[in-house]
């Protein structure tokens, strides 16, 4: 996660690249080179991760009652191949892929958010999407993405409070008060952001769900500002 200047970057059509690295759409498919240094012991990262899906979405809704800050899954359900032969990894499984834009800072308007997305049997992708702003109510989008491009907004279920992290963010996920929600692995957790696996009642069944919460005050701290270049060095 190197942040580059804008000498470093070229958009054409269908290819974005920063750095050495490139994001390429081709056909049925969407391609991601990555060629990078990680810190904080320099080694090359060098790869190529695949996704592929039988329907792309067009869907796109504000996050802000500003309308500066929109979102949308870009491939809901897909499939994803990860090869990167320095590290000796390769794998396949299946994906989610979105996109988020904006107009200013994050931390400008919002608190920070809770998301969630859940796999369902029928290959339909459930989306939690709940936004706590600095200006105006809290926002949740509730939505079901199915594998024919129909998009349907759904009833959210109650909040849940879940176990702060060990960072002290607390966090929560929606479920049915039948089947309460609980974290069954911690993926990532740091001072602003934490990413975890979670077993939650959802749809009238117990889902598998991947859950992340952003801390945008902690995110902002003139402290977390100091300690950012040793995890996402800068090249102007």
């Keep these: 996660m190197t942040e580059y200047g804008k000498d470093h970057i070229e958009r054409k059509d269908k290819v974005f690249q920063v750095g050495k690295s490139k994001i390429e759409w081709k ?28 329907k792309f979405f067009l869907y796109s809704t504000w996050l802000d009652d500003e309308k500066k800050h929109r979102w949308g899954p870009i491939a809901p ?12 990894t390769a794998w396949k499984g299946h994906a989610y892929c979105d996109s988020n834009e904006g107009d200013e800072p994050l931390e ?78 911690n993926l990532e957790d740091t001072p602003f952001y934490s990413r975890s696996m979670i077993s939650a009642g959802l749809l009238g069944d117990r889902q ?12 902002a701290s003139p402290l977390i500002k100091l300690l950012l270049p040793w995890r996402m060095p800068r090249i102007d």
């Design 208 to 219: 598998l769900v991947m859950h992340e919460t952003l801390n945008l005050n902690r995110y």
């Design 77 to 88: 359900n897909a499939t994803v191949e990860v090869e990167f032969p320095d590290q000796k």
């Design 108 to 185: 400008k308007p919002f608190h920070g958010w809770n998301w969630a997305k859940a796999h369902i049997e029928d290959d339909s992708v459930l989306v939690f999407y709940d936004v706590k702003q600095k200006k105006g109510r809290e926002r949740v989008l509730p939505i079901r993405f199915f594998p024919d491009g129909t998009i349907k907004r759904i009833a959210p279920p109650p909040r849940e409070d879940l176990p702060d992290t060990k960072w002290f963010i607390s966090r929560f996920m929606r479920a049915e008060p039948a089947r309460p929600a609980h974290v069954l692995r």
């Design 27 to 54: 056909d049925d498919r969407i391609e991601i080179h990555l060629d990078e240094l990680a810190t904080p012991i320099p080694r090359r990262v060098r790869g190529r991760i695949t996704l592929k899906s039988d």
